[in-house]
């Protein structure tokens, strides 16, 4: 694992703050700013920041407010929250008049994690928990204890924007291991991308977005259909009780604007 921050969760927090600015924005994130090194902030002040990967943009706004809709639903069962891959997540802030009572886990790489605290200075703790983890050498289990994370407890577990950049054993180790952390009542939520089945070149230009991403070494490395996330989980646990499409996510929350095609957001039941 490269021992630098990662760049893509900054254009995703990029992406969120634009969305902030927008009149008709799905949501607003106050704090997404404020994690932007300067060409980013720059950019932000431009009229061009609205033109920036905009069906890219759209999708990464509504996954976000679908799994902000999800947790905030699930609330009255859940004792803790685990941030799993946090990057410059800001929802421990953003809802922390409902989230103060429980602790919320933010697990990430050492660099990704420096960087953010570098960016937090004024913002409260809160009930944030600070868990710095190598994916490559540390069990997610052990960094937990270690921080205070109950087993056995209902927890909602959020696992957003990373499964794509693993293996498929690590996906499933990751998610099994999720269940047997969380106890009865345990919640996830998580996205997902797969190739689009449809030989047009607009869609075989979208399946190459993978090799690019291989430039900026974080490549796509797993993907799974929509139509069998449902019986995959399954296999390993969880119940799936929503599957959010672009055009779900589309016609929830974003009108006529049009998200990226090849990414999906799943919600699950710990069975």
């Given at each position: ?95 922390a008049d409902v989230l103060a009572a429980r602790p ?105 977005v993978a090799n690019l991403l291989s430039l900026v ?25 929503d599957v959010a499409d672009a055009e779900t996510l ?22």
């Open positions: 694992m490269n021992d630098r921050p990662s760049r893509t969760a900054e254009v995703v927090c990029f992406m969120r703050a634009v969305e902030t600015l927008r009149a008709d924005g799905v949501l607003r994130d106050p704090f997404a700013a404020g994690f932007l090194d300067l060409p980013l902030r720059t950019l932000l002040r431009t009229p061009a920041a609205r033109l920036f990967l905009p069906t890219l943009s759209a999708y990464i706004a509504a996954r976000h407010r679908c799994i902000d809709d999800a947790l905030l639903g699930a609330l009255d069962g859940i004792e803790q929250v685990v941030l799993l891959g946090a990057g410059y997540d800001s929802r421990a802030w953003r809802f919320v886990f933010e697990v990430d790489h050492p660099a990704t994690q420096g960087r953010k605290l570098k960016r937090l200075a004024g913002l409260p703790a809160g009930s944030v928990r600070r868990v710095p983890i190598d994916f490559q050498t540390q069990a997610i289990a052990d960094v937990l204890a270690a921080a205070g994370f109950e087993q056995g407890r209902p927890t909602f577990f959020v696992w957003e924007g990373v499964s794509m950049y693993l293996r498929r054993d690590a996906v499933r180790g990751t998610l099994d291991t999720l269940r047997a952390l969380g106890g009865p009542g345990s919640k996830l939520a998580m996205d997902f991308w797969f190739f689009t089945d449809d030989p047009s070149a607009v869609a075989t230009a979208q399946r190459g070494g974080e490549p796509i490395t797993f993907a799974l259909h929509p139509a069998d996330a449902p019986d995959w989980l399954t296999g390993l646990g969880w119940r799936v009780t589309r016609r929830r929350y974003l009108g006529a604007r049009v998200p990226w095609p090849d990414n999906y957001v799943v919600v699950a039941d710990r069975i």
